[in-house]
Nanobody, 127 residues
Protein backbone atom coordinates (compact mmCIF):
# COMPACT_ATOMS: atom_id res chain seq x y z
CA UNK A 1 0.00 0.00 0.00
CA UNK A 2 1.39 3.37 -0.98
CA UNK A 3 2.20 5.86 1.70
CA UNK A 4 2.84 9.51 2.15
CA UNK A 5 5.68 10.07 4.58
CA UNK A 6 6.51 13.54 5.86
CA UNK A 7 9.80 14.66 7.34
CA UNK A 8 11.60 17.82 8.34
CA UNK A 9 9.45 19.16 11.13
CA UNK A 10 11.33 20.67 14.07
CA UNK A 11 11.46 23.40 16.69
CA UNK A 12 12.59 26.77 15.36
CA UNK A 13 12.63 30.38 16.50
CA UNK A 14 10.43 33.08 14.95
CA UNK A 15 11.89 34.34 11.70
CA UNK A 16 13.69 31.12 10.91
CA UNK A 17 13.03 28.68 8.07
CA UNK A 18 12.04 25.05 7.79
CA UNK A 19 11.80 22.79 4.77
CA UNK A 20 9.33 19.92 4.88
CA UNK A 21 9.56 16.98 2.54
CA UNK A 22 7.07 14.28 1.69
CA UNK A 23 7.96 10.98 0.07
CA UNK A 24 4.87 10.41 -2.04
CA UNK A 25 5.49 7.01 -3.66
CA UNK A 26 2.85 6.41 -6.34
CA UNK A 27 1.06 9.61 -5.35
CA UNK A 28 3.96 11.57 -6.78
CA UNK A 29 2.87 10.75 -10.31
CA UNK A 30 1.05 13.21 -12.55
CA UNK A 31 -2.27 11.55 -11.70
CA UNK A 32 -2.38 13.37 -8.37
CA UNK A 33 -2.52 16.90 -7.05
CA UNK A 34 -0.43 17.24 -3.89
CA UNK A 35 -0.92 19.51 -0.94
CA UNK A 36 0.24 20.45 2.51
CA UNK A 37 -2.29 20.90 5.29
CA UNK A 38 -1.70 21.87 8.88
CA UNK A 39 -3.54 21.54 12.15
CA UNK A 40 -2.67 24.28 14.60
CA UNK A 41 -3.32 23.72 18.32
CA UNK A 42 -7.01 24.07 19.04
CA UNK A 43 -7.89 24.62 15.39
CA UNK A 44 -9.25 22.56 12.55
CA UNK A 45 -6.99 21.26 9.84
CA UNK A 46 -6.55 23.73 6.99
CA UNK A 47 -5.11 23.61 3.50
CA UNK A 48 -1.89 25.62 3.35
CA UNK A 49 -0.51 25.09 -0.13
CA UNK A 50 -0.96 22.79 -3.10
CA UNK A 51 0.57 21.96 -6.45
CA UNK A 52 -1.17 20.59 -9.50
CA UNK A 53 -0.65 17.19 -11.07
CA UNK A 54 1.42 18.81 -13.83
CA UNK A 55 3.45 20.84 -11.38
CA UNK A 56 2.65 24.04 -13.26
CA UNK A 57 0.03 25.48 -10.92
CA UNK A 58 0.35 26.28 -7.23
CA UNK A 59 -1.82 27.81 -4.55
CA UNK A 60 -1.09 29.36 -1.15
CA UNK A 61 -3.48 30.37 1.55
CA UNK A 62 -3.33 34.07 2.35
CA UNK A 63 -1.46 33.69 5.63
CA UNK A 64 1.53 31.98 4.00
CA UNK A 65 1.63 33.53 0.52
CA UNK A 66 5.02 35.11 -0.09
CA UNK A 67 6.66 33.11 2.71
CA UNK A 68 6.10 29.49 1.68
CA UNK A 69 7.11 27.77 -1.53
CA UNK A 70 5.82 24.39 -2.72
CA UNK A 71 7.50 22.24 -5.32
CA UNK A 72 7.40 18.67 -6.52
CA UNK A 73 9.96 16.36 -8.06
CA UNK A 74 8.44 13.73 -10.34
CA UNK A 75 11.66 11.75 -10.64
CA UNK A 76 12.04 11.47 -6.86
CA UNK A 77 8.28 11.35 -6.22
CA UNK A 78 8.48 14.01 -3.54
CA UNK A 79 6.75 17.24 -2.64
CA UNK A 80 8.56 19.90 -0.66
CA UNK A 81 7.36 22.89 1.32
CA UNK A 82 9.90 25.59 2.02
CA UNK A 83 8.71 27.82 4.87
CA UNK A 84 10.42 31.14 5.54
CA UNK A 85 9.94 33.90 8.12
CA UNK A 86 8.06 31.59 10.40
CA UNK A 87 5.87 32.91 13.19
CA UNK A 88 4.17 31.28 16.14
CA UNK A 89 1.00 31.17 14.03
CA UNK A 90 2.72 28.59 11.81
CA UNK A 91 3.02 26.12 14.66
CA UNK A 92 1.18 22.88 14.04
CA UNK A 93 1.23 19.41 12.60
CA UNK A 94 1.83 19.50 8.86
CA UNK A 95 0.32 16.82 6.67
CA UNK A 96 1.09 15.83 3.12
CA UNK A 97 -1.95 14.77 1.09
CA UNK A 98 -2.81 13.56 -2.40
CA UNK A 99 -5.91 14.05 -4.51
CA UNK A 100 -6.55 11.75 -7.49
CA UNK A 101 -7.06 13.59 -10.78
CA UNK A 102 -6.62 11.02 -13.52
CA UNK A 103 -5.81 12.80 -16.76
CA UNK A 104 -7.90 15.80 -15.74
CA UNK A 105 -6.85 19.28 -14.69
CA UNK A 106 -8.43 19.91 -11.32
CA UNK A 107 -8.02 22.94 -9.10
CA UNK A 108 -5.55 21.77 -6.48
CA UNK A 109 -7.16 23.98 -3.82
CA UNK A 110 -10.29 21.83 -3.77
CA UNK A 111 -9.36 20.68 -0.31
CA UNK A 112 -12.18 18.14 -0.03
CA UNK A 113 -10.68 16.16 -2.94
CA UNK A 114 -7.70 14.99 -0.89
CA UNK A 115 -8.14 11.34 -0.02
CA UNK A 116 -4.69 10.08 0.89
CA UNK A 117 -2.81 11.36 3.90
CA UNK A 118 0.49 11.10 5.67
CA UNK A 119 0.92 10.84 9.44
CA UNK A 120 2.13 14.40 9.86
CA UNK A 121 5.24 16.16 11.09
CA UNK A 122 5.36 18.69 13.92
CA UNK A 123 6.58 22.24 13.36
CA UNK A 124 6.91 24.39 16.45
CA UNK A 125 7.82 28.05 16.23
CA UNK A 126 8.77 29.43 19.60
CA UNK A 127 11.31 31.76 21.14
Amino acid sequence: QSQLVESGGRLVRPGESVTLSCAAAEYGSNYYNLAWFRRAPGKEREGVSCISNSGTSTYYTDSVRGRFDISRDFAESTVTLRMDRLTSEDTGVYYCAAAPTGWNILDCSRWTAYKYWGQGTQVTVSS
